[in-house]
């Protein structure tokens, strides 16, 4: 234990005399949150669209109103006698409302009255988006202003759980936090471990006293704990800048990620014990810990529609587990019963991974 | 221009020209490394980003039991957005589904809902949504009241809609609705990956452009050779152009791989030219390597430089809307998209591609693409020379 201890420390020293290693390990997964916690979003609000009022009635009038007045859109000005096709070919708007000569007069005489929404379809996604709010303030016209008054027989109340006024951050910024938390501490840990094999200093861990065991331990016990530090700077951001809290028992969260930091901490010894060479070791941690968590866990689109062919790989994918229980304890609050499974998971990938660097380490030896 | 055939000419550039098109022909590694990787990138991204929401899984309580609420179940379930999960007896067990994750939706079918819709009271379902991604809530919401819509018109076409009609007093100062119909250009099929294929190309040509130009920047450094570089009659302008000449050929040979394969495997359409697409990419190839040129002259090693690529490419990539779209950034991040060549060159692909706007109306985009390329460039040539103090 005293030497796991005084490996530990050493490694501490080392890395607060690196600048550049703690503004990896402190500085550099806060902006990151920051950043991309609030510039990731696929709900996109204030769309410019072009309209075309060809009516140019009060009435008509109103309804342009309607779509000015909505969160989601944005009126540019566009000339009547231009085709719309010219605003989204030249990139001024993303979708354009053509409403007909006539259209006040139809209204008043109570007849339906046809209205075009032109979508730039080019993003999908975002056209999906415009269609639905389009439908949505038109709906909310015809009942103030028109005879939308017509009961329907079935009503839909939509309720928002969880994330009531569905703000992008709130989900987002858990998700960023476990990019973080899988990306730097392993980074840092496979750095020193490549160090020491590519300035050979490991040969002066081999000829002392200490076991391998004892070496990986405190080795691992350092980046946990410069995890541990990283957690609570991310969190304090979560609880402030992204308001979010914990919905329910944090016992979950909390043990999760003591296994998560000892996880992903072992994944980048087992790295840079494997690979002595610091830039190729780095390259193996961007591989596994970004872009496998960044793509293949639900950080931005849900792993449902990764192809079959591919999908399968996330079940190994230890940041899937671990999204799902910090999403599960900072929005639904569900807790030991919905997430146990996975923190046993996460538990198990770890110690295989410990293993694995015991295994490469336990000799002590150079290889031949 | 009589100059600047000289300088192009002279006997110093044409020499270095051959040295770096030497060393590089000899990096099988890199240029393996720029063909291959990318390519796998550019598929690999494509086919993970997708944003559809399709099959959202739903928990149904029906508390009716009725032929009338089974209608609006398989209603429901029958389109390709909702896909039955099961049934639940009571909230408590449909709300711990969905905190488990187990269903993404639930509807909650009242005990009265086939006796009054009978009698032509209107009825209201309760539908649940998980909405932790505010995106699919917001497109399963559309989902939702377009299936109910319809739903309706069934019911009103069934006849039963008759006794609804009833109820609102039939006036004659009754006001006519607007209907709102949409049409989708440009990509009717709402095919996800033509957004993102686009976008992902832009972030690969100026993520593996800074690198490469990082690397093989700085590789001049640490083997100590870039003494003599200086030492020699040729001037830093000279060097810098000679060794950014072979790093734009081999990205250029990529961009040519990756727009093949935009082609070939995510058949996206080519509206516009193709001149313009390729004079877009070399603009932005060469934005990526300014960038890169401007790390190494801060940095001592390929390592240092790797380091250093870490702070910068988050800002790039993030601040882009490569891969989300960019009104969504937050206005303070705007000033940093405004001079993004990540977003500048994935406008272009995207509006020549798939819109096939041509330079008439993109100019404003190569503009800002040449200055951060020019800007880029002299900055580097403007530190070569003191990055040795």
């Known amino acids: ?368 | 221009m009589k100059k600047l055939a000289q300088f192009f000419l002279s006997y110093r550039l044409r020499a270095l020209l051959r040295k770096e098109f030497a060393q590089m022909r000899r990096d099988r590694r890199l240029i393996m490394s720029l063909c291959v990787f990318p390519t796998m990138q550019l598929l690999l991204f494509t086919l993970v980003l997708n944003a559809t929401v399709s099959n959202l899984k739903l928990g149904i309580i029906d508390d009716s039991r009725t032929p009338e609420s089974r209608g609006l179940t398989s209603t429901l379930t029958e389109s390709k957005s909702f896909k039955l999960a099961g049934y639940y007896y009571s909230t408590e067990k449909l709300g711990d589904a969905i905190s488990r994750g187990d269903v993404d939706a639930g509807v909650i079918i009242p005990f009265t809902y086939a006796k009054d819709l009978q009698r032509g009271h209107p009825v209201t379902v309760q539908l649940l949504l998980n909405a932790m991604n505010a995106n699919t809530a917001a497109i399963a919401q559309g989902y939702a009241e377009g299936v109910i819509g319809t739903y309706n018109a069934t019911l009103e076409q069934g006849g039963l809609h008759a006794k609804f009609l009833q109820i609102p007093v039939s006036d004659i100062s009754r006001r006519g609705v607007a209907r709102l119909s949409g049409a989708y250009l440009y990509n009717p099929g709402l095919v996800a990956s033509w957004f993102v294929v686009t976008g992902i190309f832009g972030l690969l040509l100026v993520m593996n452009g800074a690198m490469v130009a990082s690397t093989s920047m700085v590789k001049e450094r640490e083997a100590g050779t870039i003494e003599q570089l200086l030492m020699s009659p040729a001037g830093t302008y000279e060097i810098i152009v000679a060794k950014i000449a072979p790093l734009f050929l081999v990205l250029f040979v990529m961009v040519a791989f990756a727009i093949t394969l935009i082609k070939i495997a995510f058949d996206v359409p080519f509206q516009g030219s193709i001149f313009t697409l390729l004079s877009g990419s070399a603009l932005c190839v060469l934005a990526g390597i300014g960038i890169g040129t401007v790390i190494a002259t801060f940095t001592h090693s390929a390592f240092q430089a790797q380091l250093t690529s870490f702070f910068v490419n988050p800002l790039f990539t993030t601040a882009s809307g490569a891969i989300t779209p960019a009104e969504a950034i937050p206005n303070w991040l705007q000033p940093l998209v405004k001079i993004n060549p990540i977003r500048h060159f994935s406008v272009i692909a995207r509006s020549s591609m798939i819109k096939g706007s041509g330079l008439e109306t993109l100019w404003p985009n190569f503009l800002v693409l040449s200055i951060f390329a020019f800007i880029m460039v002299s900055a580097s040539v403007w530190r070569f020379r003191k990055q040795l103090s």
């Not at chain 1, 709010?133 to 038109?138: G, K, L, N, R």
């Not at chain 1, 599960?328 to 569900?334: R, S, T």
């Open chain 1, 1 to 368: 234990m005293r030497r796991i201890l005084a490996q530990t420390r050493k490694e501490l020293t080392q890395l607060v005399r690196d600048k550049m290693a703690l503004a990896l390990a402190l500085v550099l997964p806060c902006t990151q949150l920051i950043l991309m916690g609030s510039a990731i979003s696929l709900t996109v609000a204030d769309l410019p669209i072009a309209v075309q009022d060809l009516d140019d009635s009060p009435t008509s009038r109103t309804l342009i109103d309607a779509f000015r007045h909505s969160n989601t859109f944005r009126i540019v000005p566009f000339a009547v006698d231009r085709q719309p096709e010219t605003a989204f070919t030249s990139n001024l708007a993303r979708a354009a409302l053509i409403i007909p000569a006539r259209f006040g007069r139809d209204i008043a005489r109570g007849v339906t009255s046809p209205v075009q929404m032109l979508i730039d379809a080019s993003d999908s996604n975002t056209a999906r988006l415009v269609s639905g709010y389009a439908a949505e303030v038109t709906a909310a016209w015809n009942a103030d202003h028109g005879g939308g008054a017509r009961v329907a027989p079935v009503q839909a109340a939509i309720r928002f759980w969880y994330n009531p006024g569905r703000s992008s951050k709130r989900f987002y910024g858990p998700g960023i936090f476990v990019l973080g938390l899988s990306l730097f501490p392993p980074l840092l840990a496979s750095l020193a471990s490549a160090k020491e094999g590519e300035q050979k200093t490991i040969l002066q861990v081999y000829v002392s006293s200490i076991s391998a065991h004892e070496f990986l331990l405190g080795k691992i016990l350092t980046f946990v704990l410069v995890s541990f530090c990283e957690c609570l700077l991310l969190l304090t951001l979560l609880f402030t800048y992204f308001g979010l809290n914990f919905a329910g028992d944090p016992t979950c969260f909390i043990v999760a990620t003591i296994f998560y930091a000892f996880c992903v901490c072992s994944f980048g010894t087992l790295i840079g014990s494997a690979i002595p060479n610091q830039q190729v070791a780095m390259q193996m941690v961007m591989l596994g810990g970004f872009l496998l968590v960044f793509m293949l866990s639900g950080l931005i689109y849900p792993i449902q529609n990764v192809p079959i062919q591919i999908r399968w790989l996330s079940n190994f994918i230890w940041g899937r587990y671990y999204i799902d229980i910090v999403r599960d304890a900072l929005l639904e609050g569900g807790g030991w019963p919905a997430q146990w499974w996975k923190v046993v998971i996460i538990a198990f990938t770890g110690s295989v991974f410990y293993t694995m660097s015991w295994r490469n380490m336990r000799r002590m030896q150079l290889k031949a």
